[in-house]
């Protein structure tokens, strides 16, 4: 059982390229997060997913986009990286609904835009 | 949602008891509260969640009074591994719009 799986660990991107995270969980979960987190600071909301083939808005979604074409997988995009974007990224999957009593988090994949 | 208040920072020594305390003075009626851990350089881990009263597991105890406005991670004898962020959130974990948002935390420091 791996659990909650983000590929790949570490990336650098010059500014302006685009790049695609893979998060990938196992426990058959119908929620799924993406977080960004920057040194010394909290984690921010960028996109979540309450179920296959639906996304929504968190807290700082510009320049990102998300899909979540199967249940298992939900997939980070950055069209045009910026050097803003450097950050660590965070995925976490959760059962929802009366279920909900904790999410699972991946192991984080480090981005430094150059 | 929700607004927690948390304070930034804590020190402790080896063995004591820590209570960190969440103050969420806006909290809904189907409101659960729930308690994150964070070491450098990993995701979050779940320690507790609690809707009233007292919870307690192999981790932590949570202590929610009646008007549940706040609440309060007691960690018994800390160790030095108890260093890390502690996250309170709170949210209707029925509502499909629940965000998992997380605040900035209270960094933990235990020393020997």
């Known amino acids: 059982n791996a659990g909650v799986t983000q590929t790949p660990k570490f990336r650098v991107l010059k500014t302006g390229q685009s790049m695609t995270l893979l998060c990938a969980q196992d426990m058959n979960h119908e929620y799924m997060y993406w977080y960004r987190q920057d040194p010394g600071m909290g984690l921010r909301l960028i996109h979540y997913s309450v179920g296959e083939g639906t996304t929504a808005k968190g807290e700082v979604p510009d320049g990102y986009n998300v899909s979540r074409l199967k249940k298992q997988n939900f997939l980070l995009g950055l069209e045009s990286a910026a050097p803003s974007q450097t950050s660590v990224y965070f995925c976490?999957?959760?059962?929802?609904?009366?279920?909900?009593?904790?999410?699972?988090f991946g192991q984080g994949t480090r981005l430094t835009v150059v | 949602l929700a607004k927690t208040t948390q304070p930034i920072s804590m020190d402790s020594y080896e063995g004591q008891e820590v209570n960190i305390t969440c103050s969420h003075n806006?909290?809904?009626?189907?409101?659960?509260i729930t308690w994150y851990q964070q070491f450098p350089s990993q995701g979050p881990r779940f320690i507790i969640q609690?809707?009233?009263t007292k919870v307690t597991n192999e981790v932590a105890s949570l202590f929610i009074p009646a008007d549940r406005k706040s609440s309060t991670l007691s960690l018994p004898r800390v160790s030095l591994s108890d260093t890390a962020v502690y996250y309170c959130?709170?949210?209707?974990?029925?509502?499909?719009?629940?965000?998992?948002?997380f605040g900035s935390g209270t960094r933990l420091l235990v020393r020997p």
């Open positions: 959130l709170v949210g209707d974990r029925m509502d499909s719009s629940y965000k998992l948002i």
């Open positions: 609690g809707y009233k």
């Open positions: 806006n909290i809904a009626t189907n409101d659960y």
């Open positions: 976490a999957s959760s059962y929802g609904g009366a279920e909900d009593t904790e999410a699972f």
